[in-house]
């Protein structure tokens, strides 16, 4: 139950709060959990948790998500301390029923997007236009965004022209234009890169991965320039690379692929303004994998639907793409005690990415598994040979060792070694072009560790 908890804090708050004697009324039903707790106020804290998200809710005015009491009452809940009720109490039936409402308007918004696309596929079914202002709209962005990024192909033609070696005295500033001019041409996309680049100067490497950074953002505004003759699936990446929105109907209205998902892992990030959650999944039938993203502003509750560490039975809509990988949950069926989920090893895991690449050149990021790895005494590498204790590059008899780099940036991993200890262990990882990040694993009983 620990592992819900948003941080350290809130693990030591719910533990404080999970004693029968805070809690002055409470029960439970085979859908929803709730109990009223003694706070500082004259007026008892009212939790409650939907058992089959799980979701949560709580009158305190912590910001936290979940909160120390949902906490403290699913631990309580866990330890057999909570009576079982034939109804809930009236305040948590009503919040049941305003969930299942939403989830009634949701579905019947499902069924209608994917009505009008099925009438859409043919030609009986289209609708006939209503007006040209949207078709005008859409033809003066088309316009906008080709400029743009026919003035950043002849910038970037002057930066190599040029030379880099002034970039980090020149760069920011340039780099801050550039992307305010994106923004001006509607390529929200391609601003988000430059207001990246600062990061790359830092690094010791930083003039090789700065041309790398050039060089894929040349090859997006081609690939734009060219999209007609890409194939589909490749074209809908490039657009949606550069910026062009994906409406929330239509990948609902796409089929919708069925399977056990593994909650392999997740991380926030803060973002002007706003805090974006990356929750990472994979399937254990079809082994696809999945990133569903949230943002809230900073300080506000994000969703907590899709738990670390946890398996659930879900339908998630793609949205479109050559590597389809960012989805939304479009129905749940409940969720699954399945275990550690199953991995590559380190040998397979290149050439799982080296094709993620092929098809979608500007991935950035992609959740993978490794089964039978064991991390290097100096915490820089995932080594497939439990035997080996040097930075994985060769062993002793000069053979190549087979091994993934991790990120510099994570350090040494200090729970990830303790908890190997030497033999080799299933890790869930966040992949980047700098090396691998790791999300969590499992110990010797199966149970799940964040790392």
Not at 19 to 32: I, L
Not at 279 to 308: C, I, K, M
Not at 368 to 389: C, T
Request: hydrophobic share 40%.
């Amino acid at each position: 139950m620990l592992a819900l908890a948003p941080d350290a804090a809130s693990q030591k708050g719910a533990t404080g709060v999970s004693s029968p004697a805070k809690w002055s009324a409470h029960g439970v039903t085979p859908e929803v959990l709730w109990g009223e707790c003694k706070g500082s106020g004259s007026k008892p804290y009212r939790a409650c948790v939907d058992l089959s998200e799980p979701a949560y809710r709580c009158s305190c005015p912590s910001r936290k998500f979940p909160c120390k009491h949902a906490l403290g009452l699913l631990l309580l809940w866990s330890a057999d301390g909570v009576p079982a009720a034939d109804e809930p109490a009236d305040w948590a039936a009503e919040w049941m029923d305003q969930r299942r409402d939403r989830a009634e308007k949701q579905s019947s918004r499902l069924a209608a997007a994917q009505e009008k696309a099925a009438r859409a596929a043919t030609p009986e079914g289209v609708e006939p236009q209503t007006g040209a202002a949207p078709d005008r709209r859409s033809a003066q962005r088309e316009q906008r965004v080709t400029a743009g990024l026919s003035e950043l192909e002849r910038w970037l033609a002057d930066q190599i022209a040029q030379g880099i070696a002034d970039a980090r005295r020149t760069g920011p500033a340039e780099w801050d234009a550039l992307a305010k001019r994106m923004v001006d041409a509607q390529v929200p996309g391609m601003a988000g890169t430059f207001t990246r680049l600062s990061g790359v100067l830092r690094d010791e490497d930083w003039p090789g991965r700065l041309l790398g950074e050039y060089a894929l953002v040349h090859l997006l505004a081609v690939a734009h320039r060219r999209t007609a003759g890409l194939p589909h699936a490749l074209g809908e990446t490039v657009r949606s690379r550069v910026g062009f929105p994906v409406a929330r109907e239509d990948v609902l209205a796409s089929p919708a692929v069925r399977d056990r998902w593994d909650v392999i892992g997740s991380r926030d990030e803060e973002q002007d303004r706003l805090v974006a959650r990356r929750v990472w999944l994979r399937g254990r039938e079809t082994g696809r994998a999945a990133l569903v993203l949230s943002f809230a502003p900073v300080g506000q509750a994000l969703d907590a639907s899709l738990v670390n560490g946890t398996t659930v039975d879900a339908e998630l809509a793609f949205y479109p793409g050559a590597a389809p990988l960012r989805a939304l949950v479009a129905r749940r069926h409940g969720g699954l005690h399945a275990g550690p989920p199953p991995g590559l090893s380190a040998a397979e895991t290149p050439g799982l990415l080296a094709g993620v690449l092929a098809e979608d050149p500007w991935t950035d990021s992609w959740p993978v598994v490794l089964s039978g790895v064991v991390p290097a005494n100096d915490g820089g590498w995932l080594l497939a040979d439990p035997g080996l204790q040097d930075s994985g590059s060769d062993d002793e008899d000069g053979s190549e060792v087979s091994g993934m780099r991790l990120d510099p940036a994570v350090g040494t991993p200090w729970r990830l070694l303790a908890v190997s200890g030497g033999h080799p262990v299933t890790v869930a990882c966040e992949w980047t072009p700098r090396g691998l990040w790791p999300l969590k694993t499992w110990d010797e009983e199966g149970q799940v560790v964040v790392l």
